[in-house]
């Protein structure tokens, strides 16, 4: 291959990855329209996961979401965590939302609490990137951006109502939507046993 061709090539290939990260810049997200935080309120089971870097739920993963009487919505959360490398524990954890934009209620920040001292704490964004409230819910969190925009450690919970799947018609939704957040090929299966 001669010069011309080598040059035209990586230019071609430079083009192709800036829209690809183009594209993934996390603030061009869309979130649930009109989130209704009522609707949403409930058990939810976790599906499919695509972890952070560091201690995440592993499995049997579930999320009770409650909303006061003066709105504020919290979660208490289970799932097995594995510490140490070897130690399988339940794992309880409490959440607290706060929407930092009204026009844009999907996007949430979490201030969460292990409710154990090896459990972390802190706070991340907890986005709603779609739901139906009755069947499913795609969060999205990005815990640090790069310096182009897109997300350099972030994670995603696929959940439904019921712990033991989607009908095939909203699993073509939910690979939609995993494309969408840049995340196609990164989610796992969540094990739901009953084992907490």
């Known amino acids: 291959m001669d010069y011309s061709k080598v040059a035209l090539l990586i230019v071609v290939l430079s083009y192709i990855e800036e829209c690809w990260s183009a594209s993934c810049v996390v603030d061009s997200f869309s979130v649930k329209e009109d989130f209704d935080r009522k609707r949403y309120a409930g058990k939810w089971y976790a599906l499919q996961k695509k972890d952070p870097e560091g201690l995440f739920l592993q499995d049997n993963i579930s999320a009770e979401y409650t909303i006061d009487d003066e709105g504020i919505m919290t979660a208490s959360s289970k799932g097995r965590v594995k510490l140490f490398g070897f130690w399988v524990v339940c794992a309880d954890m409490a959440a607290q939302y706060t929407v930092p934009n009204p026009a844009a209620p999907g996007k949430m920040f979490m201030n969460y609490q ?3 001292s090896y459990l972390s704490s802190g706070g991340d964004n ?3 990137i779609d739901t139906d409230y009755d069947n499913y ?6 815990r640090s951006l790069k310096d182009d925009g897109t997300c350099d450690d972030g994670y995603s919970l696929i959940f439904s109502r019921n712990p033991r799947g989607l009908p095939p018609a909203i699993q073509r939704i939910v690979r939609q939507k995993q494309e969408e957040i840049c995340m196609v090929g990164q989610f796992e ?3 739901q046993s009953g084992a907490c």
């Open 114 to 116: 292990g409710l154990a």
């Open 126 to 128: 907890y986005w709603v």
């Open 137 to 142: 819910a795609i969060t999205y969190a990005c």
């Open 189 to 191: 299966p969540v094990l």
